[in-house]
T-cell receptor
Framework: KQEVTQIPAALSVPEGENLVLNCSFT??????LQWFRQDPGKGLTSLLL?????REQTSGRLNASLDKSSGRSTLYIAASQPGDSATYLC??????????FGTGTRLTIIP | DGGITQSPKYLFRKEGQNVTLSCEQN?????MYWYRQDPGQGLRLIYY???????QKGDIAEGYSVSREKKESFPLTVTSAQKNPTAFYLC?????????????FGPGTRLTVL
């Protein structure tokens, strides 16, 4: 079974700090991996998409990495701001036309 | 403005009723998806469609039905057979049908059974 795990479920960090969110998966035969942000009661916003052949993607203060051999992806957020507070979800396409989601990490940035 | 719209934002259903959730996109995407989200859980796929007039069951299709008569529209019906329908429902679309690139999500519909 293809499983995607995000630990911890919740994380609180003081404003200004750099932080790393984790996503692990059991099947290394992935097609691509996507990081999303979800604000309470809202839909998902795509942050970064990493193809299987890529090691990382960057957008502004965000950097996502992919290590298929260890079954791990990380989302690095630099210089965190209160507006970064949200739930972050990773989702993997294992090549079967659909995404498998992790349960998410709820991030709180403390002013 | 390009995007995905879902309506209504909130929906209340009495037990035994069927209800239909709307999802419309103007992104010219071929593929559309319906997910269910419960508190503390990740998104679970209900149904997806790669092309008009074709759709496939996802991981939790029981008690749900869909249609794809137009490229822009992918309505979801929650039937009375769905035993625990109270949840947050999210619709998504993507440009590539076979192995999707970025999925774009609508704002969601919160369904509550009274």
């Amino acid at each position: 079974k293809q499983e995607v795990t995000q630990i911890p479920a919740a994380l609180s960090v003081p404003e200004g700090e750099n932080l790393v969110l984790n996503c692990s998966f059991t099947d290394s035969a992935i097609y691509n991996l996507q990081w999303f942000r979800q604000d309470p009661g809202k839909g998902l916003t795509s942050l970064l998409l990493i193809q299987s052949s890529q090691r990382e993607q960057t957008s502004g203060r965000l950097n996502a990495s992919l290590d298929k051999s260890s079954g791990r992806s990380t989302l690095y957020i630099a210089a965190s701001q209160p507006g970064d507070s949200a739930t972050y979800l990773c989702a993997i396409n294992f090549g079967n036309e659909k995404l498998t989601f992790g349960t998410g990490t709820r991030l709180t940035i403390i002013p | 403005d390009g995007g995905i719209t879902q309506s209504p934002k909130y929906l209340f259903r009495k037990e035994g009723q069927n209800v239909t959730l709307s999802c419309e996109q103007n992104l010219n995407h071929d593929a559309m998806y319906w997910y269910r989200q419960d508190p503390g859980q990740g998104l679970r796929l209900i149904y997806y469609s790669q092309i008009v007039n074709d759709f496939q069951k996802g991981d939790i299709a029981e008690g749900y039905s869909v249609s794809r008569e137009k490229k822009e529209s992918f309505p979801l019906t929650v039937t009375s057979a769905q035993k625990n329908p109270t949840a947050f429902y999210l619709c998504a679309s993507s440009s590539s049908g076979g192995n999707p690139g970025t999925q774009y999500f609508g704002p969601g519909t919160r369904l509550t059974v009274l």
